[in-house]
């Protein structure tokens, strides 16, 4: 099985694709019919916007969660940023993730300058970026924000470096959807869609309406669509800047509990509604606990004071309509936020609980490396959202990912579940066996989620290693979970003879990251 990860981010993976011919409109083309006076004022406008915009070079290495050991080899990618009030940059937390060297080079400039990444938060897709010298914003000053979200069907303007040229490109378009939607899962924000041409390098540059920014342009639709872009608006840029403001960004507040909407008549006479009720039934709550205040078939009305509909929107002006849960962020205070519920048909008002950072048993690497360890000829790591894109990357990415479906494996099965203790994680053969006699006979065990090593149910990945390093058994026994799964028997004393020469003839320094090598060289546990 020949696997290789994607340079692309979670599950849902908000790369920008390049292939569409980005339309350049020259900053002095002001259109047939324009006086001279107006195409003036409009270049004088335009390049104050130009001031503020930089293209933005990084060198990446992304992980290998195939080769858990080693990286991808350096990539060079470029984008765009946006000079922030506080002598800061702003751009995509996807250009400089995993980023060796940034350097930022503003409009008309030769210079390429160094930066270093400040902040990042993957999940929203946001970075801030640092110069070494701050008299860049002496002649570079901040851009303007809008004071409010735009309008639909409002004219844009999309600024950056895409692809097929060095000059700074200006894209025009309009405004054609706002709506609360997913980002990076499980983080979900305010999205505002236009049909400018956005492309690959387009990523982080400004968009402006009425010569003041609306947001940072972020990804774009893939596929055979065409000038369907997205941006991330201001409100949402400025919900991470408040976030480092006060010390450290901590993620958005969110509710996982799972609701269905209430359009159906036979839902409200099974619940015993009058057909004026409006809201959203509550069909699994994020908490099984007595005291968590959602319970099943609960109907959310309000949240706060805005009134729920039966699709589960709330109305933000005579135009806006969006999902309920973007209210969170805007009015969760301590870690909750206040909600109306009828239950049994009685109103109640009561405080959810809203996580920042709620745990996903199939994790993000969120700029981190994975874990791993190496015994004998296996490779075992903990199973991340990398690890899963690329399974499903390639031709024959689906048919993995059916197969994993069709044989129980957790890989499918337990997506987007939280871990089911504290600690909890997927142990997984992350690649194929090293060539080594030990492996003869044995099918390829990749993407095997462990089970149990002689018999006992493995809980992480430390807890692999810890097993591995106290049993004094002749064998060891490795069984997997779904239907169909190999067992794997090997002599201990075998296995640990032969682990040192497999690092050695595969260029593997170490046997497994820090973490996993403090527990295996901890004093054994066992008697």
Not at 46 to 58: M, R, Y
Not at 103 to 131: F, M, N
């Amino acid at each position: 099985m020949n696997l290789k990860l994607r340079p692309a981010k979670g599950l849902v993976a908000f790369c920008l694709i390049a292939g569409l011919v980005v339309r350049s409109w020259a900053v002095d083309a002001a259109g047939a019919g324009t006086s001279t006076s107006e195409g003036s004022q409009g270049n004088l406008a335009a390049d104050a916007v130009a001031s503020s915009v930089v293209k933005v070079f990084a060198t990446v290495r992304y992980p290998d969660p195939f080769k858990p050991w080693t990286k991808q080899a350096p990539t060079d990618v470029t984008g765009s940023g946006v000079v922030l009030k506080n002598k800061r940059i702003l751009t995509n937390a996807h250009l400089v993730l995993y980023a060796s060297q940034v350097q930022v080079q503003a409009y008309q400039s030769g210079s390429l300058l160094p930066a270093t990444v400040e902040a990042v938060a993957p999940g929203i897709d946001l970075a801030v970026l640092r110069l070494e010298d701050d008299a860049f914003f002496d002649s570079h000053p901040p851009l303007a924000w809008a004071p409010a979200i735009p309008q639909t069907e409002d004219p844009v303007m999309v600024y950056g470096y895409p692809l097929g040229g060095t000059s700074l490109s200006i894209t025009k378009g309009i405004i054609s959807r706002i709506e609360f939607t997913s980002y990076n899962f499980p983080v979900s924000g305010l999205r505002i869609q236009i049909d400018a041409a956005i492309n690959h390098g387009n990523s982080g540059g400004p968009a402006v309406v009425d010569g003041k920014m609306i947001g940072i342009a972020y990804s774009r639709l893939g596929g055979s669509t065409q000038n369907i872009g997205y941006i991330l608006p201001c409100e949402e840029i400025e919900l991470f800047l408040n976030g480092l403001a006060q010390g450290h960004y901590d993620c958005k507040p969110g509710m996982s509990d799972e609701c269905e909407v209430l359009g159906n008549p036979t839902l409200h006479a099974f619940l015993k509604l009058a057909s004026s009720v409006n809201g959203i039934v509550v069909t699994k709550p994020a908490g099984a606990t007595a005291d968590y205040p959602l319970k099943k078939w609960d109907v959310i009305t309000k949240i706060g004071d805005t009134p729920v509909d039966d699709q589960g929107m709330v109305n933000l002006n005579h135009n806006l309509r969006v999902y309920f849960k973007y209210l969170i962020q805007k009015l969760a205070r301590d870690g909750t936020v206040p909600l109306t519920i009828l239950r049994a048909g009685k109103e109640m008002r009561i405080q959810l609980p809203v996580a920042a950072n709620e745990p996903r048993l199939i994790s993000d690497l969120n700029g981190a490396y994975p874990s791993y360890f190496v015994y004998g000829p296996l490779v075992f790591s903990s199973a991340t959202s990398q690890f899963v894109d690329g399974l499903m990357a390639g031709n024959m990415g689906a048919s993995r990912m059916v197969l994993l479906d069709l044989t129980g494996s957790p890989l499918a099965a337990r997506m987007g579940d939280k871990p089911a203790f504290e600690g909890e994680q997927l142990v997984v053969v992350s690649s194929p066996f090293f060539p080594h006699k030990l492996a003869k006979g044995f099918a390829n065990p990749i993407a095997q989620v462990v089970k149990t090593v002689n018999g006992i149910p493995i809980q992480n990945l430390k807890h692999l290693a810890e097993v591995l390093r106290d049993s004094r058994d002749e064998f060891i026994t490795l069984e997997f979970v779904g239907r169909a799964a190999p067992i794997l028997v090997f002599p201990r004393t075998e296995m640990s003879a032969a682990t040192d020469s497999i690092l050695v003839d595969n260029d593997i320094r170490s046997q497994g990251t820090p973490d996993v090598m403090a527990v295996w060289n901890a004093k054994s546990t066992a008697r």
